[in-house]
Nanobody, 118 residues
Framework: QVQLVESGGGLVQPGGSLRLSCVASGNIDSIDSMGWYRQTPGQQRELITAFRSDGSINSANSVKGRFTISRDSAKNTVYLQMNSLKPEDTGLYYC????????????WGQGTQVTVSS
């Protein structure tokens, strides 16, 4: 199993920045890919940006040029740097780890709230 803990959310004004962190623990070696997702009320959870298993990055068009995913393997941590934030970026941000041990399985963190408002 893998445990994920997100942090770094908060209230920020439009145009501001935040950095989210996701620390993974447990069976780290089973992790195939990790990424960030966002959910807003009444909507499905959507991909923001994620590392694919080959290390390449997949990002939503709405965040390209503004959000950057990175990782520190020594700390088992994935980051989401969010710049030029817009009110429509508001939502609950989740970290997801996809593991592979005979079969794929997804693990999610508890989520961290990001609110962009003046």
């Amino acid at each position: 199993q893998v445990q994920l803990v997100e942090s770094g959310g908060g209230l920020v004004q439009p145009g501001g920045s935040l950095r989210l962190s996701c620390v993974a623990s447990g069976n780290i070696d089973s992790i195939d890919s990790m990424g960030w997702y966002r959910q807003t009320p009444g909507q499905q959870r959507e991909l923001i940006t994620a590392f694919r298993s080959d290390g390449s990055i997949n990002s939503a068009n709405s965040v390209k040029g503004r959000f950057t995913i990175s990782r520190d393997s020594a700390k088992n941590t994935v980051y989401l740097q969010m710049n030029s934030l817009k009110p429509e970026d508001t939502g609950l941000y989740y970290c997801r780890a996809r593991t592979y041990v005979a079969a794929y399985r997804d693990y999610w963190g508890q989520g961290t709230q990001v609110t962009v408002s003046s």
